[in-house]
Every structure is written in C-alpha cells, then in structure tokens.
C-alpha cells in the first residue's frame, strides 16, 4: 500500500482590511490568522500544506516539466497549442502566458509563503516534545530552499521573501548570489534538525540525506566543488551511506518499488483522489506528466522527446553484445518492437520514423492509456544521480582517475564495460571526461529534469559556439539568445506592479 502520509492541506489565507469599519467583519466560515497556530495539530497541518504544493499546475504536477525537461535539449513539444509550444524553443511573447511562466511563479511564491508561514509562527507555540518543533520548522526551512532553488534555475535574480507576505509588499529583487546563500542557510539549518530516517509512517519527508543531496546541487551550480564533494560524501561514504543502486533500473519509475534503496528524495504521488488541483478537500494528489507526455493516443503527446536520445543509446553496447537496457524503459520510439520485443505498446501507436516519447513514469505496466491521476512518486534525486555528480566533483577538483569508480558502479547495473575499458581514449584528460561524463548522464538521467541545470552549470549555454553544437541535436536552440535565453523573463504583471523589480536582461 503506497504511504501518502503528507498530503493534508491547510488554507491559510491572506484577509484584505476594508476601508470602511462598518464592512470590517470576519465570515464565520473561514478560520483567520490570529485563530490559528496555537496548537501542534495546527503546527502539523500547516507544514503538510507546504507538502500539497507539489500538487499544484505551476509545479510537480503539471508545467514544471515543461519547464525543465522540454526547454531542454532532451526534449520539445509540437502541441497544437501554438503558444504552450513556443514557450519550449525560446519564443517568449506574452510573459503573462500562465502555462508557461506566471503559474509558475504564482506556485512558487505561494510554497514559499506556506513555509514563511511555517517558520513565523511555529516557535511560538508550545510542544510537549521541542525536538517535534525542530523537525517541523527543519522541513519548512528544506523546502523553502527548494522551491527556491528551481526559482533560481528558471530565473535567477529573484525576490527573496522570508517573511509571511502581504498583499502590499513589493520585495526587492535579489542577485542570484544572493539567492543561492539564502538557499545554503536554509539547507544548513534544515540539516541540523532532520532526522537520518523517519518512521515508516512518514514516509516522503525529507532527511539528512535530502539535505545534503540538494546542497550539493546548490554548491555544483556555483562549480563550488570543494563544498559539493563533502555534501556528496555524506551520502557515499559518510554519516548518511545508507543508499544503493536497485538492481532494476525501471523499479525508479514505476509504482511498484517506490522510496526504495536507490531514493534520496521523492514526490509522493497519489490517485485516491479525482478532484482538481484547487484547495478544495477532493483536491488531486496526482502527476499529470505522464497525461501530457505520452504517445498520441494514449495521452495529449504536447511533450517529446528528442531523436538524437535513442541513437545516445545505440552508440554502445553491453558486455554481451546487447543494446542498453535502459533505452528500454527511457523512451517509446518506433523500433522499440524490434529492438526488445516489447509487443505489448509502441505497434500500433501513430508515431513518425523520428519520433521519440518519455516512457519513465509512464504506466504501461497495468495499463493502456494515461490521465490526469497518475500516483507514480517523481524521484527528484536518487542515488545514481549523486555517483555521477560525485564523479563530476572529483574530476573538478584534478581527481579525474578516482572519478571512473563512480561512472562505474551505475554503468555496471546497465551491464556495461568499464568506462576505461570502452572509451579509454579519455585517460586523465578533464576535458574528455567531463564530455563523457555528460553523456554518461543522459543515458542515466534522461527525462528526469535535471538535463537544464546541467546545461547551465557545464556552462554550455553561455556561447554562441557551445549552443550551435546543442542545435544540430536539438534545432529548437537556433532560436535561442546567448545572454538572455538561460533564464525566463519575470511575468510582466509583477514587474509592472513592483518598482523593486528589473526584467531580466533582454527580455
């Protein structure tokens, strides 16, 4: 049975004063601020409402992948919806446009209001158990962090509110630097008051491990590799080794083994509810990626992906001879029949000779067709994620033969050679083992939306040249503006609304 343990919802709202006193009075029906936070039930509620954002169209449920692994090379969208397309290949008109931008914005400042909330007014509460009152402000605090961290992926100069709103306030813009520390602290703090593990009741909240696994992110973006190197340690061979590779690759992906060995942190999904993704109480716990990014007929297919990926695959095969076994559960593709006999999907479906679809997430295994409840957990990290970053950290810091061990221990769960043994031209050599290194990740993390970070970081999009060579896989990046394109304009609404905010430059 799936263990949804985090999916209440609090609605704590903002009350606007009317101007005049005889129109001031409180609705009987809606609980108000200063009722509120004065017991640990209310404490509870209201950092379990933090974890219904995920829920949320500008968030996990729907658009952020769009954001993420659509605007990326991996993958595009040709969705009739002209305008929901164009915001994947870089024609940014309206930056009003809600699917592809303002939705998102609004569901990240409304997570972070929920946790400013959180952290404001908790500590003034009594509990019996402080180290229970730890924990709750540690969890607003990680995901405060987070939320904030995607912001700085999509935006970067960005305000940084750290107390509850108003609808008056206009914060001040703060440079990407600026977010990052603030992202490092709250992480720190989180750290110290997180468990190594929760009960099993709990399941999906985050621990020390989470925390180390997103300050190492944060530390890797700013190439702060001395720093990422002790964060991933921690999860290697420190205090928090507690993971391993699973020995199916596709059990990441599925509902079947979820939170297991391989999982640092996971979106729990559920299907128990069919409503929509308001606040009401039959609000849906559920992933819509799998609706939007399947094969025609089976789902909308407003998401693709790219070509180059299957052929990414073919370029090597197993220590038997054999075409790599995860191609099998990345992608749909037309030769998916043929090159693993799979004859349950992909025969009659209508697809192109160079077409691709995301098969990760998917629900083939028991089923035909995709909808809007999907209850297959999103694995925002898992432990072959912190190998190859670990050996991207090593090979930054001039350890480049320590790194192959690393690259190693997930290419062998896919039966590969070594990676000495099948490209041993790369030797010592920094250079070429960061460009393998960067396909070694594609191969094990395509479709998991991490593909634009990494972009970013690898400053591949910083050029003119590093993006014509992401264009001849990718043609979408022929639209794209070196010094602009890395990062989505504000919507304009809160730029034209707020004097403390700049567009970002070239939009």
């Not at 810091?397 to 039966?415: H, I, K, M, P």
Request: hydrophobic fraction near 35%.
């Amino acid at each position: 049975m799936k263990k949804i343990a985090i999916i209440a919802v609090v609605s704590l709202g903002l009350f606007f004063t009317a101007c005049e006193k005889e129109l001031d009075f409180d609705s009987p029906n809606e609980i108000q601020v200063s009722q509120y936070w004065k017991t640990e039930s209310d404490a509870q509620a209201g950092v379990n409402s933090i974890y219904a954002m995920f829920y949320k169209d500008g968030l996990w449920a729907r658009w952020m992948y769009f954001r993420l692994d659509l605007t990326s090379d991996e993958g595009y969208s040709v969705s009739p919806w002209t305008e929901l397309a164009d915001w994947t290949r870089f024609n940014y008109i309206n930056y009003n446009f809600w699917e592809g931008n303002a939705v998102t914005w609004r569901d990240t400042y409304k997570a972070v209001f929920r946790c400013n909330q959180v952290l404001a007014n908790v500590p003034n509460i009594t509990f019996q158990n402080e180290d229970d009152k730890k924990k709750i402000l540690a969890q607003a605090k990680f995901f405060r962090a987070l939320h904030y961290y995607y912001a700085a992926i999509l935006w970067e100069d960005i305000p940084l509110v750290l107390e509850p709103s108003l609808p008056s306030d206009l914060p001040q813009q703060r440079k990407l630097a600026e977010v990052w520390t603030q992202i490092e602290k709250d992480l720190n703090e989180a750290y110290e008051d997180l468990p190594n593990d929760w009960a099993d009741d709990q399941t999906g909240r985050p621990d020390k491990g989470a925390v180390k696994a997103f300050l190492a992110k944060v530390y890797m973006q700013q190439h702060k590799w001395t720093e990422a190197k002790g964060a991933l340690e921690y999860l290697i061979s420190g205090a928090g080794a507690k993971y391993s590779l699973v020995s199916n690759y596709r059990d990441n992906f599925t509902d079947v083994n979820e939170n297991n060995s391989e999982s640092v942190f996971e979106i729990q999904f559920g299907d128990q509810r069919k409503g929509g993704t308001g606040e009401d109480q039959n609000a849906a716990v559920s992933s819509n990626r799998s609706q939007f990014f399947a094969p025609r007929g089976i789902g909308w297919s407003d998401g693709q992906a790219r070509i180059w990926l299957v052929d990414a695959f073919k370029q090597e095969n197993t220590k038997d001879g054999k075409l790599d076994e995860r191609l099998r559960w990345t992608l749909y593709y037309p030769q998916l029949l043929a090159d693993f006999g799979d004859k349950t999907y992909g025969k009659d479906w209508e697809w192109n000779n160079n077409e691709a679809w995301f098969r990760k997430g998917s629900r083939d295994y028991y089923r035909n067709n995709e909808d809007y409840y999907s209850q297959v957990n999103y694995r925002l990290v898992r432990y072959a994620d912190v190998l190859l970053r670990y050996a991207e950290v090593l090979n930054e810091l001039g350890s480049t033969a320590e790194a192959y061990q690393y690259v190693d221990l997930v290419r062998a769960r896919a039966n590969m050679n070594t990676l000495a043994t099948a490209h041993p031209e790369i030797g010592n050599d920094h250079d070429k083992f960061l460009e393998r290194l960067k396909m070694e990740r594609v191969l094990e993390l395509a479709g998991e939306s991490v593909r634009w970070e990494d972009l970013k970081r690898w400053g591949d999009l910083d050029t003119q040249a590093s993006v014509d060579k992401i264009a001849v896989r990718d043609p979408d990046f022929k639209n794209f503006t070196v010094g602009k394109n890395h990062r989505l304009p504000i919507p304009q609404s809160d730029v034209d609304n707020n004097p403390n905010l700049e567009q970002n430059s070239g939009y």
